[in-house]
Protein backbone atom coordinates (compact mmCIF):
# COMPACT_ATOMS: atom_id res chain seq x y z
CA UNK A 1 0.00 0.00 0.00
CA UNK A 2 1.54 3.43 -0.91
CA UNK A 3 1.44 6.01 1.59
CA UNK A 4 2.96 9.60 1.42
CA UNK A 5 2.80 11.80 4.42
CA UNK A 6 3.74 15.44 4.88
CA UNK A 7 5.79 16.91 7.97
CA UNK A 8 6.40 20.25 8.80
CA UNK A 9 5.35 24.06 9.93
CA UNK A 10 1.86 25.05 10.07
CA UNK A 11 3.20 28.15 10.12
CA UNK A 12 6.18 30.55 9.12
CA UNK A 13 7.46 34.34 9.32
CA UNK A 14 8.14 35.85 6.14
CA UNK A 15 11.57 35.67 4.88
CA UNK A 16 12.32 32.38 6.88
CA UNK A 17 12.91 28.64 4.92
CA UNK A 18 10.58 26.28 5.18
CA UNK A 19 11.38 22.75 5.51
CA UNK A 20 8.94 20.41 4.47
CA UNK A 21 9.53 16.23 5.05
CA UNK A 22 7.94 13.85 2.97
CA UNK A 23 8.23 10.35 4.50
CA UNK A 24 6.65 7.70 1.96
CA UNK A 25 6.12 4.01 2.18
CA UNK A 26 4.92 1.71 -0.31
CA UNK A 27 7.95 1.76 -2.94
CA UNK A 28 11.07 2.50 -3.31
CA UNK A 29 12.68 5.68 -5.11
CA UNK A 30 15.62 3.78 -6.32
CA UNK A 31 13.44 1.71 -8.58
CA UNK A 32 13.60 2.65 -12.35
CA UNK A 33 10.73 5.45 -13.34
CA UNK A 34 9.70 6.28 -9.44
CA UNK A 35 9.65 10.19 -8.73
CA UNK A 36 8.38 12.12 -5.59
CA UNK A 37 6.79 15.81 -6.61
CA UNK A 38 5.79 18.69 -4.73
CA UNK A 39 2.78 20.44 -5.44
CA UNK A 40 0.90 23.27 -3.96
CA UNK A 41 -2.21 24.91 -3.91
CA UNK A 42 -3.01 28.40 -2.37
CA UNK A 43 -6.54 28.30 -0.94
CA UNK A 44 -9.00 28.67 -3.38
CA UNK A 45 -6.67 28.12 -6.04
CA UNK A 46 -5.32 25.49 -8.78
CA UNK A 47 -2.84 23.42 -8.04
CA UNK A 48 0.94 24.90 -8.68
CA UNK A 49 3.65 22.23 -9.82
CA UNK A 50 6.97 22.81 -7.58
CA UNK A 51 9.60 20.65 -8.09
CA UNK A 52 10.55 16.50 -8.75
CA UNK A 53 13.33 14.41 -8.18
CA UNK A 54 13.64 10.68 -9.70
CA UNK A 55 15.23 7.83 -9.03
CA UNK A 56 18.66 9.08 -10.35
CA UNK A 57 18.76 12.03 -8.66
CA UNK A 58 17.59 14.21 -10.70
CA UNK A 59 15.90 16.96 -10.12
CA UNK A 60 13.35 19.75 -11.82
CA UNK A 61 12.11 22.80 -10.32
CA UNK A 62 9.41 25.44 -11.21
CA UNK A 63 10.43 28.24 -13.45
CA UNK A 64 9.14 30.86 -11.25
CA UNK A 65 10.85 29.69 -8.08
CA UNK A 66 13.61 27.52 -8.96
CA UNK A 67 16.16 30.39 -7.41
CA UNK A 68 14.53 29.19 -3.54
CA UNK A 69 13.36 25.77 -3.91
CA UNK A 70 15.87 22.72 -2.96
CA UNK A 71 14.71 19.05 -3.29
CA UNK A 72 16.75 16.27 -2.06
CA UNK A 73 16.13 12.38 -0.89
CA UNK A 74 17.50 10.14 1.36
CA UNK A 75 16.32 6.52 -0.47
CA UNK A 76 17.13 4.39 2.88
CA UNK A 77 14.76 6.54 4.68
CA UNK A 78 12.01 6.82 2.60
CA UNK A 79 12.21 10.26 2.47
CA UNK A 80 12.39 13.44 -0.07
CA UNK A 81 12.67 17.13 1.66
CA UNK A 82 11.45 20.49 0.31
CA UNK A 83 12.97 23.84 1.11
CA UNK A 84 11.93 26.71 -0.12
CA UNK A 85 13.98 30.02 1.37
CA UNK A 86 12.74 33.66 1.60
CA UNK A 87 9.24 32.76 2.38
CA UNK A 88 6.01 35.06 1.61
CA UNK A 89 2.61 35.73 2.59
CA UNK A 90 1.47 34.66 -0.98
CA UNK A 91 3.72 31.33 0.09
CA UNK A 92 0.56 30.37 1.86
CA UNK A 93 -1.05 27.10 0.38
CA UNK A 94 -1.42 23.54 1.22
CA UNK A 95 1.56 21.12 -0.08
CA UNK A 96 1.43 17.86 -1.06
CA UNK A 97 3.83 15.33 -1.75
CA UNK A 98 3.38 12.96 -4.67
CA UNK A 99 4.29 9.94 -6.01
CA UNK A 100 5.11 10.10 -9.46
CA UNK A 101 6.07 7.30 -11.83
CA UNK A 102 7.24 7.86 -15.46
CA UNK A 103 5.37 5.97 -17.78
CA UNK A 104 7.62 4.14 -20.49
CA UNK A 105 4.63 3.56 -22.61
CA UNK A 106 3.44 7.32 -22.72
CA UNK A 107 6.81 9.03 -22.65
CA UNK A 108 5.57 11.12 -19.38
CA UNK A 109 4.96 11.37 -15.71
CA UNK A 110 1.16 10.21 -13.59
CA UNK A 111 0.68 12.00 -10.58
CA UNK A 112 -1.42 9.38 -8.72
CA UNK A 113 -0.62 8.59 -5.66
CA UNK A 114 -0.81 11.82 -3.10
CA UNK A 115 -0.52 12.65 0.76
CA UNK A 116 -2.82 14.57 2.45
CA UNK A 117 -1.18 17.61 2.25
CA UNK A 118 -0.08 20.30 4.73
CA UNK A 119 -1.49 23.66 5.09
CA UNK A 120 1.36 26.15 5.66
CA UNK A 121 0.59 29.80 6.39
CA UNK A 122 3.23 32.53 6.04
CA UNK A 123 2.49 35.38 8.44
CA UNK A 124 3.99 37.64 10.68
CA UNK B 1 5.66 27.91 -19.97
CA UNK B 2 2.59 26.42 -21.01
CA UNK B 3 -0.99 28.17 -19.76
CA UNK B 4 -3.65 26.24 -19.83
CA UNK B 5 -7.04 27.35 -20.11
CA UNK B 6 -10.27 25.53 -18.90
CA UNK B 7 -13.54 26.67 -19.64
CA UNK B 8 -16.05 26.76 -18.37
CA UNK B 9 -14.85 27.88 -14.97
CA UNK B 10 -18.49 26.95 -13.43
CA UNK B 11 -20.93 24.58 -14.44
CA UNK B 12 -24.25 23.38 -13.06
CA UNK B 13 -25.75 20.51 -13.97
CA UNK B 14 -28.49 17.82 -13.05
CA UNK B 15 -27.63 13.94 -12.15
CA UNK B 16 -27.84 12.05 -15.45
CA UNK B 17 -26.78 14.88 -17.43
CA UNK B 18 -23.70 14.61 -19.39
CA UNK B 19 -20.89 17.85 -19.14
CA UNK B 20 -17.86 18.56 -21.38
CA UNK B 21 -14.94 20.17 -19.60
CA UNK B 22 -12.82 21.77 -22.27
CA UNK B 23 -9.04 22.49 -21.82
CA UNK B 24 -6.80 24.42 -24.22
CA UNK B 25 -2.86 24.65 -24.45
CA UNK B 26 -0.52 27.79 -25.28
CA UNK B 27 1.66 25.84 -27.23
CA UNK B 28 1.11 22.13 -29.00
CA UNK B 29 1.65 19.13 -26.16
CA UNK B 30 1.18 16.17 -28.16
CA UNK B 31 -1.04 14.26 -25.96
CA UNK B 32 0.22 14.68 -22.67
CA UNK B 33 -2.27 15.79 -20.67
CA UNK B 34 -4.25 14.27 -17.47
CA UNK B 35 -7.24 15.08 -16.00
CA UNK B 36 -7.76 15.22 -12.02
CA UNK B 37 -11.00 15.60 -9.83
CA UNK B 38 -10.92 17.07 -6.47
CA UNK B 39 -13.24 17.37 -3.92
CA UNK B 40 -13.26 19.91 -0.73
CA UNK B 41 -10.32 19.31 1.95
CA UNK B 42 -8.67 16.41 0.02
CA UNK B 43 -6.10 16.23 -2.48
CA UNK B 44 -6.36 15.87 -6.55
CA UNK B 45 -7.50 12.34 -7.97
CA UNK B 46 -6.08 11.11 -11.06
CA UNK B 47 -9.11 10.28 -13.60
CA UNK B 48 -7.55 10.20 -16.85
CA UNK B 49 -3.77 10.65 -18.68
CA UNK B 50 -2.45 10.33 -22.45
CA UNK B 51 -5.01 12.08 -22.32
CA UNK B 52 -7.63 9.07 -22.93
CA UNK B 53 -6.62 6.60 -20.70
CA UNK B 54 -8.51 5.79 -17.49
CA UNK B 55 -6.79 5.80 -14.53
CA UNK B 56 -7.18 2.35 -12.52
CA UNK B 57 -10.47 2.12 -10.82
CA UNK B 58 -11.92 5.28 -12.16
CA UNK B 59 -15.72 4.70 -13.61
CA UNK B 60 -16.29 4.12 -17.29
CA UNK B 61 -18.55 7.39 -17.60
CA UNK B 62 -15.46 9.58 -17.53
CA UNK B 63 -13.65 9.59 -20.90
CA UNK B 64 -11.23 12.25 -22.33
CA UNK B 65 -9.88 13.22 -25.81
CA UNK B 66 -7.94 15.42 -27.80
CA UNK B 67 -4.31 15.97 -28.88
CA UNK B 68 -2.41 19.21 -29.83
CA UNK B 69 -3.40 21.94 -28.28
CA UNK B 70 -7.36 21.42 -27.00
CA UNK B 71 -8.45 18.65 -24.93
CA UNK B 72 -11.97 17.62 -23.49
CA UNK B 73 -13.16 15.79 -20.43
CA UNK B 74 -16.61 14.14 -20.95
CA UNK B 75 -18.66 12.92 -18.00
CA UNK B 76 -21.70 10.70 -19.76
CA UNK B 77 -24.13 10.51 -17.28
CA UNK B 78 -23.28 12.55 -13.76
CA UNK B 79 -23.90 10.95 -10.71
CA UNK B 80 -23.87 12.22 -7.37
CA UNK B 81 -20.54 11.72 -6.11
CA UNK B 82 -18.98 13.63 -9.64
CA UNK B 83 -20.07 17.42 -8.31
CA UNK B 84 -16.71 18.45 -8.01
CA UNK B 85 -13.77 20.61 -9.05
CA UNK B 86 -11.50 19.47 -12.21
CA UNK B 87 -8.15 20.18 -13.11
CA UNK B 88 -6.41 19.35 -16.53
CA UNK B 89 -2.58 19.33 -16.21
CA UNK B 90 0.17 19.51 -19.26
CA UNK B 91 2.86 17.14 -18.65
CA UNK B 92 4.55 18.14 -21.80
CA UNK B 93 7.38 20.10 -20.82
CA UNK B 94 8.47 21.09 -16.89
CA UNK B 95 6.90 23.35 -14.76
CA UNK B 96 3.69 20.70 -15.37
CA UNK B 97 1.16 23.85 -15.22
CA UNK B 98 -2.12 23.03 -14.10
CA UNK B 99 -5.54 24.45 -15.95
CA UNK B 100 -7.47 26.91 -13.22
CA UNK B 101 -10.45 24.51 -12.91
CA UNK B 102 -13.93 24.02 -13.47
CA UNK B 103 -16.02 23.92 -10.74
CA UNK B 104 -19.06 21.45 -11.52
CA UNK B 105 -22.26 22.09 -9.18
CA UNK B 106 -25.49 20.52 -8.89
CA UNK B 107 -28.11 22.53 -10.84
Known amino acids: QVTLRETGPALVRPTQTLTLTCTFS??????????VSWIRQPPGKAPEWLARIDWEDDKSYSTSLKTRLTISKDTSKKQVVLTMTNMDPVDTATYFC????????????????WGQGTLVTVSS | DIQLTQSPSFLSASVGDRVTITCRAS??????LAWYQQKPGKAPNLLIY???TLQSGVPSRFSGSGSGTEFTLTISSLQPEDFATYYCQQLNSSPFTFGQGTKLDIK
Open chain 1, 98 to 113: VRTEYDYLWGSYRHHY
Open chain 2, 27 to 32: QAISSF
Open chain 2, 50 to 52: APS
Open chain 1, 26 to 35: GFSLSTSGMC
